[in-house]
């Protein structure tokens, strides 16, 4: 994770990557780094299908070798040819076979290169020819980008703002360093293991990857800052109406990661990021996981203290999806309000501004609770259940509704059909996967009643400050 200046932004990872470790199953210890070996061959493996363009679909193309039995990634040109000159191929073509952006830069002469080495285009396209196409246009190269002003900086890594040369779009380059001594960080192999099929509008796309001998380089979508320099930049005093519209993005995101048994394990404002149009993504996969089985055993060194729920903070090791939906209910209050919910400096801290609010739990409340060793230690006062009206009275009856469902961990979809957004209409509960809330006619942000304008013109010139 970074720590550098005020506050992080953090980029999450969608590729596949091949390894010893059945990392989908949870197989790698938290605490635990990988050999570099390991990490460097299975990242270079798929460096082929990193970059895909979230807006367009897939093009049916397939895994399986063809030509030769050889996988190593090869120019175009290079490849057995095939007569293709009945074909004439436009850039649009290229896009749609490739998966990419529509405004990038295609080399001079590469439309007649592919068009000769590609097979026809109702058939489907190896990975290795794949790969060596995206490597002549320019992928998995660092001089395809340009480097700028450093966001941040951590144990395991760097990330600098950069532009890319194949679009002249500004770019996240994450640089990981590569310990030979130490491996590879575990974090690292998370980010560009678990999420290779997660594509959606709410979670930051990763672009490229590049690997040299010291270190490993992510390629992201840059987008301007993160919820808390957002809520910093209102004076924390954020429009009911765009409270509504980051909460059912963020709600939107998971749903898409919990149907595909991804857990996040580290919700928090720094890690949702936010561009100019006001579309909200999830970040930093570093700590996520894939929940084959809800009573999994895991960490439970997971999760920053103040979004973290009672049960982690007891020491549980076998959670599920409430683990994000606390989290969620945290951040919700912490945008209605502006100061977070409970602000703890210690578990014990922690634990003792939970139940003063929400009460001490009963063996009716929480069964098995009076008999956990944890509980008993700390020996907690008997608190009463406060109305959550009293600490956050900006929002509806609809809204306490939904943020005491969120605290106490519901179904994430039943969340997102909650009468709270009804206002947003019924089409944004049938949007496609990869499609902006704001694509639905009459959604849009307001100006934020705070010290400055909602975010944008002025506040997204200056640079943000990271921790």
Not at 27 to 51: R, T, Y
Not at 59 to 78: F, I, K, L, N
Not at 163 to 191: F, Q, Y
Not at 333 to 349: A, N
Request: glycine letters at 6%.
């Amino acid at each position: 994770m970074l720590h550098a200046g005020e506050n992080i932004i953090k980029y999450s990872a969608q590729v596949w990557i091949l390894c010893p470790y059945n990392v989908t199953q949870g197989e790698i210890p938290d605490n635990n780094n990988l050999p570099v070996s390991v990490f460097v061959c299975v990242c270079v493996c798929f460096i082929g299908i990193v970059h895909e363009n979230v807006k367009m679909g897939s093009d049916g193309e397939s895994d399986q070798a063809s030509g030769t039995s050889s996988d190593e990634v090869q120019s175009p040109v290079r490849v057995r040819m095939r007569n293709n000159h009945h074909r004439r191929i436009s850039n649009e073509d290229i896009n749609k076979r490739l998966s990419l952006p529509a405004d990038i830069r295609l080399p001079e002469g590469y439309l007649e290169k592919f068009a000769m080495n590609s097979p026809p285009f109702d058939k489907p396209m190896s990975r290795r020819l794949r790969r060596a196409s995206l490597s002549e246009i320019g992928f998995g190269k660092l001089e395809t980008y340009i480097k700028l002003d450093k966001l941040g900086e951590g144990t395991y890594a760097t990330v600098f703002k950069g532009r890319s040369k194949l679009t002249d779009n500004l770019v996240a380059l994450k640089e990981i360093r590569l310990e030979h001594e130490e491996g590879a960080p575990c974090t690292a192999i998370r980010e560009v293991s678990l999420l290779k099929d997660l594509k959606h509008a709410n979670i930051v796309t990763l672009h490229d990857i590049i690997h040299t001998d010291k270190c490993l380089t992510l390629v992201f979508e840059y987008l301007e800052k993160d919820l808390k320099q957002y809520m910093d930049d209102c004076g924390s005093i954020m429009s009911v109406h765009n409270v509504k519209i980051f909460l059912f993005q963020l709600l939107r995101g998971l749903a898409y990661c919990h149907r595909r048994k991804v857990l996040h394990r580290d919700l928090k404002p720094q890690n949702l990021l936010i561009n100019e149009k006001g579309e909200l993504k999830l970040a930093d996969f570093g700590l996520a996981r894939a929940k084959s089985v809800p009573t999994k055993t895991y960490s439970n060194e997971v999760v920053t203290l103040w979004y973290r729920p009672p049960d982690v903070l007891l020491g549980s090791t076998e959670y599920s999806t409430p683990i994000d939906m606390w989290g969620v209910g945290c951040i919700f209050y912490e945008m209605i309000t502006g100061r977070p919910l409970f602000p703890g400096s210690t578990v014990e801290d922690e634990l003792h501004l939970i139940f003063r609010i929400l009460g001490t739990p009963t063996e009716e409340t929480w069964p098995g609770i009076t008999t956990s060793e944890e509980f008993k230690t700390y020996n907690f006062p008997r608190y009463h259940a406060e109305p959550l009206v009293n600490h956050a009275p900006r929002i509806d009856n609809d809204g306490h509704d939904l943020l005491s469902m969120l605290l106490q961990v519901k179904n994430i979809a039943d969340a997102l059909r909650h009468s709270y957004f009804r206002s947003l209409g019924e089409q944004v509960q049938t949007l496609a996967d990869t499609a902006s809330i704001f694509s639905v006619k009459g959604i849009q942000l307001q100006r934020d009643p705070g010290k400055r304008s909602s975010v944008y013109p002025e506040s997204s010139k200056q640079k943000p400050h990271y921790r």
